[in-house]
């Protein structure tokens, strides 16, 4: 079946830094991928959809400028928070769905970012 | 009134029980449904992928779709304690467009 590969699985930074996820589709194309986010306890909330070649469509509420998105190949979408602050202390999940299947979609292990 | 109801739980069930998780949806463009297992820290996993109404069983599960009550299932059968989970709906109305979650059911299956 569809694997989808999310690394780090878990970092720590300091407040200010960035930190950069990578999320690879590794046995098929996704033209597109979606990133969520995740608080204790609760469902996951989208927080942009991943287009190849193309900008990003963030959800209302998510800010551009801190969540920055590339997808720059049919395999591998990163996400990349920016001047992190103890708030985005979260678990960022990425999903991809195998454009040629009539399947659902598969997500990454998940990343723990943790702001000190 | 939220698109996808689920019932949070927990839901706490012995070993070898049957259980039932359900969900109920409002919109009726909604036509792919799916069932997500997700243990702690870490991502969900696809348990099973249905296309408007209709059974489709995975050996102990089985998801049932009933558009016109607006209603989806998911049964476990034989339950493990493997099995204890969060269990999430998932639908969406085709074309890539964004799923839409259910909040998840803790389940516990008791040794």
């Known amino acids: 079946g569809a694997v989808v590969s999310q690394h780090p699985s878990w970092v720590i930074c300091k407040s200010g830094t960035s930190v950069k996820i990578e999320c690879r589709s590794l046995d098929f194309q996704a033209t597109t991928m979606f990133w969520y986010r995740q608080f204790p306890k609760q469902s996951l909330m989208l927080m942009a959809t991943?287009?190849?070649?193309?900008?990003?469509?963030?959800e209302q509420g998510v800010e551009k400028d801190k969540f920055l998105i590339n997808h720059a190949s049919l395999t591998l979408s990163t996400l990349t928070v920016t001047s992190a602050h103890p708030e985005d202390s979260s678990f960022y999940i990425c999903?991809?769905?195998?454009?040629?299947?009539?399947?659902?979609?598969?997500f990454g292990s998940g990343t723990r970012l943790t702001v000190v | 009134q939220k698109e996808v109801e689920q019932d949070p739980g927990p839901l706490s069930v012995p070993e070898g029980a049957i259980v039932s998780l359900n969900c109920t949806y409002s919109?009726?463009?909604?036509?792919?449904f799916m069932w997500y297992r997700q243990y702690s820290r870490k991502g969900p996993e696809l348990l099973m992928y249905t296309y408007s109404s209709g059974n489709k069983e995975d050996g102990r599960f089985t998801a049932q779709v009933d558009k016109s009550s607006k209603y989806i299932s998911l049964f476990i059968r034989d339950s493990q304690p493997s099995d204890s989970a969060t269990y999430l709906c998932?639908?969406?109305?085709?074309?890539?467009?964004?799923?839409?979650w259910g909040l998840g059911t803790s389940l516990a299956v008791n040794p």
């Open positions: 999903s991809a769905r195998d454009s040629g299947e009539d399947s659902g979609y598969t």
């Open positions: 919109n009726s463009a909604f036509q792919y």
């Open positions: 991943s287009n190849e070649g193309s900008k990003a469509t963030y």
């Open positions: 998932a639908m969406d109305a085709g074309n890539n467009r964004k799923l839409i």
